[in-house]
């Protein structure tokens, strides 16, 4: 096996020798994504040529099996792949070559991918990529094409053609940048049968691609060309002296921390002027080597290379010049305002020198990446995921620049270039197929008392809207659980990046005490490190205590109810507070309270009492967080099913009370059923009340469908009229 220091090697002939070929080239692509350092996420693509028998006539037909649109090598399955027949695709270049008007960039160029459906093989849904050409022309069975560090540094430095051919001799040619497309595929695959013994080529500011007739060969070679790049670009390392050297010092960890903390929801409100961000906090070492260097500001404005990296990261990132050392938090603030207005006019200025008649109109001129000295790197994207492969692929350019600063001088791609693949008419077409976002997508929504019942119950029900969701409850253990239910549904999404909580998916899961204002400010820390910020809050944790033997409730019990039905949610209202007024973003909040706070009942004094003020309290927050925040409250009555409150003791208590009878072996859930039937037939609809009531209307309440309703109790009872609200 051969042995590498740059790049890792994975591949092991007792798992490869066990597949078919189509799944030897999902394994290769599988290895092959694993390391970043060989490609990002979902960048690159590979290729094999396999011959197959064609389900039409019988005959062998040669195939090409190559990663099709959208999807990631490291995750990709069979069904990612696009197939071709061969002869098919070739004979494309006809239809090409008769256009009146070809090359890259031209109107048949862009036309030619509407051609590649027909050459579908065996109704493949799978929609084929525009890198699908280079694949087909290069005369050999199997190709890799990456995004690696080691070869985008040379592909991006001033003098890369002769870079090319200092570090790799004549077995890797050079090709210039050219926007992917059918005449790039022309034009390999005539470098390639011009020189049999040319083994890939480095494509300029854009990456590698490479060939060879046996899979793993292709594969060896892969990491071969990755690894002598690497090489020559370590011989060079700058050491201390990387981008010009230490500008400004690192803050240490817990200042760092604190400084996000505080800063994060104000920057999120800035950047979410036009539509609203999810943030990833990215630091690494070599992150804030560069943030902290006397060249991050000349570099970060050339931009990125690579058109992968480029796409997400957008033009160029944010750099703000501010000392963490001798300025203040107000200066950065002011910096940062500067910086942004600066930055949304630059972007309008690039989009108006470079637009053509027919480009899609602006789209949001707000920064996805912003680079703070002393604190890291800040993405922000619609969802998570997206915004942590934002942060992924600049610190990969950071990578990019390091080595090539190294070797040569780096260069971004050149403005035009960049706006003529941001604003390409196929991408804009890829973005209008896309679904359209779902209500919460670009929302973070807290849940406390997501450990159970109607919070749990919630929590699903708006991760289904497309929130990210922060689960949180008493029981830390049980928050996480929820949260991993809605991870294993919703998935992690792509990107490999985040430090700390801020490498989240989806959903997390926090313990707090909403008694203990440390407590819920702690938690809003999690929640703003995680994701920068936060949108809305639905409190279901409450408390019900009973009565003691005789009847009553003692009075340090009283404490408790109000403390954590009363005084709970104005403290995680109050918190909350402070991130909704530094975000300068609407919000929502719900407070779960009870039909028992209109409705006077035996033996629940403190409870019903406790709810009565949770009722009031609704309102006065929503005097109080006006016109900012809209406050309603849910009035559940007696949901059985699933809830804390109804243990089996209690279940039993009440049938005995109501004179409804049962077997002592019956099942908890049997008990339930049976008390929820009960107390339905006291309801005007006669309906039992589920967790799924009641978390539908907390989802309504916080939805834009009530945008115009704050100040409000919805009872969600089957119909008490003894709970109605006059
Ligand atoms: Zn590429």
Request: aromatic share 6%; hydrophobic share 40%.
């Given at each position: 096996m051969p042995t590498f220091q740059h790049v890792t090697y994975l591949w092991d002939d007792t798992?490869?020798?066990?597949?078919?070929?189509?799944?030897?080239?999902?394994?290769?692509?599988?290895?092959?994504?694993?390391?970043?350092?060989?490609?990002?996420?979902?960048?690159g693509n590979t290729s094999s040529k396999i011959y197959a028998t064609d389900p039409l006539t019988g005959e062998e037909v040669d195939v090409l099996w190559v990663k099709g649109s959208g999807g990631d090598l490291r995750t990709s399955k069979k069904e990612n792949f696009a197939s071709l027949y061969m002869d098919k695709?070739?004979?494309?270049?006809?239809?090409?070559?008769?256009?009146?008007?070809?090359?890259?960039?031209?109107?048949?160029?862009?036309?030619?991918?509407?051609?590649?459906?027909?050459?579908?093989?065996?109704?493949?849904?799978?929609?084929?990529?525009?890198?699908?050409?280079?694949?087909?022309?290069?005369?050999?069975?199997?190709?890799?094409?990456?995004?690696?560090?080691?070869?985008?540094?040379?592909?991006?430095?001033?003098?890369?053609?002769?870079?090319?051919?200092?570090?790799?001799?004549?077995?890797?040619?050079?090709?210039g940048w050219q926007r992917p497309g059918f005449d790039l595929g022309l034009v390999m695959g005539e470098m390639a049968r011009k020189n049999p013994n040319l083994k890939g080529l480095v494509m300029g500011q854009h990456g590698l691609i490479n060939w060879a007739d046996d899979d793993k060969a292709?594969?060896?070679?892969?990491?071969?060309?990755?690894?002598?790049?690497?090489?020559?670009?370590?011989?060079?390392?700058?050491?201390?002296?990387?981008?010009?050297?230490?500008?400004?010092?690192?803050?240490?960890?817990?200042?760092?921390?604190?400084?996000?903390?505080?800063?994060?929801?104000?920057?999120?409100?800035?950047?979410?002027?036009?539509?609203?961000?999810?943030?990833?906090?990215?630091?690494?070492?070599r992150v804030l080597q560069f943030v902290n260097s006397h060249d991050a500001p000349r570099l970060a404005e050339l931009g990125t290379s690579c058109p992968d990296?480029?796409?997400?990261?957008?033009?160029?990132?944010?750099?703000?010049?501010?000392?963490?050392?001798?300025?203040?938090?107000?200066?950065?603030?002011?910096?940062?305002?500067?910086?942004?207005?600066?930055?949304?006019?630059?972007?309008?200025?690039?989009?108006?020198?470079?637009?053509?008649?027919?480009?899609?109109?602006?789209?949001?001129?707000?920064?996805?990446?912003?680079?703070?000295?002393?604190?890291?790197?800040?993405?922000?994207?619609?969802?998570?995921?997206?915004?942590?492969?934002?942060a992924e692929f600049y610190s990969l350019a950071i990578e990019v620049m390091r080595a090539s600063e190294a070797i040569s001088q780096y260069q971004g791609l050149p403005r035009q270039e960049a706006f003529d693949i941001e604003y390409w008419l196929l991408e804009e077409a890829k973005l209008k197929r896309m679904p359209p976002d779902k209500e919460f997508a670009r929302n973070v929504v807290v849940v406390i008392g997501a450990g159970s019942?109607?919070?749990?119950?919630?929590?699903?029900?708006?991760?289904?809207?497309?929130?990210?969701?922060?689960?949180?409850?008493?029981?830390?253990?049980?928050?996480?659980?929820?949260?991993?239910?809605?991870?294993?549904?919703?998935?992690?999404?792509?990107?490999?990046?985040?430090?700390?909580?801020?490498?989240?998916?989806?959903?997390?899961?926090?313990?707090?005490?909403?008694?203990?204002?440390?407590?819920?400010?702690?938690?809003?820390?999690?929640?703003?490190?995680?994701?920068?910020?936060?949108?809305?809050?639905?409190?279901?944790?409450?408390?019900?205590v009973p009565p003691n033997r005789e009847g009553r409730i003692p009075d340090p019990m009283w404490g408790t109810t109000f403390d954590v039905n009363v005084i709970g949610p104005y403290v995680v209202a109050d918190e909350a507070r402070r991130i909704w007024d530094a975000q300068g973003l609407s919000g929502t909040l719900v407070i779960t309270t009870s039909v028992n706070g209109a409705v006077s009942k035996k033996g629940s004094l403190a409870y019903d009492a406790s709810k009565a003020a949770a009722n009031h309290l609704v309102r006065e927050l929503a005097v109080e967080l006006a016109p900012r925040v809209r406050v309603n409250g849910l009035a559940p009555a007696t949901v059985v099913e699933g809830s804390s409150m109804f243990p089996r003791d209690r279940v039993i208590a009440s049938l005995i009370k109501y004179g409804i009878t049962f077997e002592e072996t019956d099942s908890t859930d049997d008990l339930q059923i049976k008390l929820a039937d009960f107390y339905a037939q006291r309801t005007l609809l006669k309906a039992p009340i589920t967790l799924a009531d009641q978390a539908e209307v907390a989802y309504l309440l916080t939805s834009s469908k009530f945008q115009k309703t704050t100040g409000h109790i919805f009872s969600v009872d089957g119909g008490l009229s003894e709970a109605f609200l006059r």
């Open positions: 798992v490869a020798d066990q597949l078919d070929p189509v799944e030897r080239l999902r394994y290769r692509s599988n290895i092959l994504g694993a390391d970043q350092r060989i490609t990002n996420t979902g960048g695709l070739l004979a494309l270049q006809k239809i090409y070559d008769a256009a009146p008007v070809k090359g890259v960039k031209t109107e048949i160029e862009d036309q030619m991918v509407d051609m590649y459906p027909h050459t579908t093989y065996n109704l493949n849904p799978r929609a084929s990529s525009i890198d699908t050409p280079l694949h087909g022309f290069i005369p050999a069975r199997h190709v890799d094409h990456m995004h690696p560090i080691s070869a985008i540094a040379i592909a991006a430095s001033r003098d890369q053609e002769e870079l090319t051919r200092k570090v790799y001799g004549e077995e890797v040619g050079w090709v292709c594969y060896d070679l892969t990491l071969s060309l990755i690894e002598k790049a690497a090489e020559y670009i370590a011989a060079h390392d700058r050491g201390a002296e990387t981008f010009g050297g230490e500008k400004y010092p690192a803050l240490d960890a817990s200042a760092r921390v604190g400084l996000l903390v505080r800063l994060l929801p104000t920057l999120r409100g800035m950047v979410s002027a036009k539509s609203r961000f999810i943030g990833t906090v990215h630091i690494t070492d990296h480029f796409l997400r990261t957008k033009i160029k990132p944010l750099y703000v010049d501010w000392n963490p050392t001798a300025e203040d938090f107000d200066a950065l603030l002011a910096k940062l305002d500067a910086g942004l207005a600066a930055y949304r006019a630059d972007y309008a200025a690039y989009y108006a020198a470079c637009k053509h008649v027919n480009s899609p109109a602006m789209r949001d001129p707000n920064p996805t990446v912003i680079l703070i000295p002393g604190l890291g790197l800040i993405a922000w994207g619609k969802t998570k995921s997206e915004s942590r492969v934002t019942g109607i919070g749990k119950a919630t929590a699903h029900r708006m991760a289904k809207e497309g929130a990210h969701v922060v689960c949180v409850d008493l029981q830390a253990e049980a928050a996480r659980a929820t949260a991993d239910e809605l991870t294993k549904i919703y998935g992690m999404g792509i990107g490999v990046a985040g430090t700390g909580i801020s490498a989240c998916g989806p959903a997390i899961g926090l313990g707090a005490d909403i008694t203990n204002r440390d407590s819920v400010r702690a938690m809003f820390e999690q929640v703003i490190l995680a994701y920068g910020g936060m949108d809305n809050v639905i409190i279901t944790a409450g408390i019900y």
